[in-house]
């Protein structure tokens, strides 16, 4: 009985860690591997000129995707819902084999959004 207990309560651990990891993977992230105070113009914008601006920008070959634009801080801060449903959560963007942003990258963008989003 007292075995079955401790079986079934590390599955139920087990289940919720695999839980927590599927919503917030980024709290497995090493807190140093990102500045500790993100700022636009140095950190967040380069991440996002790399990784989403060759399809989201008015001068992408065919247009913006969607007409989802990130060129500036202030329409990253206006899309923000999208930006993060797509990008941290479903993880759709970017999709298929355009190259993604590393979890450190992922960790900078967020940390700037928690702490204002503060734009120059
Ligand atoms: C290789 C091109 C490409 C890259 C790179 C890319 N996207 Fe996309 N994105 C698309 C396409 C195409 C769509 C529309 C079709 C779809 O949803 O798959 C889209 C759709 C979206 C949407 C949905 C727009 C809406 O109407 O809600 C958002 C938000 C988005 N992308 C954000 C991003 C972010 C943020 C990045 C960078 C982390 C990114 N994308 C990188 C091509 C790209």
Redesign the pocket.
């Given at each position: 009985m007292r075995s079955l207990l401790v079986f079934l309560s590390t599955l139920l651990l087990g289940l919720a860690i695999t839980a927590c990891g599927d919503l917030g993977t980024l709290d497995e992230v090493d807190p140093e591997a990102a500045p500790a105070t993100p700022t636009w113009d140095e950190h967040v914008a380069p991440i996002?000129d790399q990784?989403?601006a060759?399809?989201?920008s008015d001068s992408a070959q065919f247009g913006p995707?969607?007409g989802?634009v990130?060129e500036t801080c202030a329409q990253v801060k206006r899309?923000w819902r999208?930006?993060a449903s797509?990008?941290f959560e479903s993880k759709?963007?970017?999709?298929g084999a355009?190259p993604r942003?590393s979890s450190s990258e992922l960790l900078t963008i967020q940390r700037w959004h928690d702490q204002g989003a503060v734009c120059p």
């Open positions: 996002v990784y989403c060759n399809c989201h995707a969607e989802y990130v899309g999208s930006f797509t990008t759709s963007m970017p999709p355009a942003p």
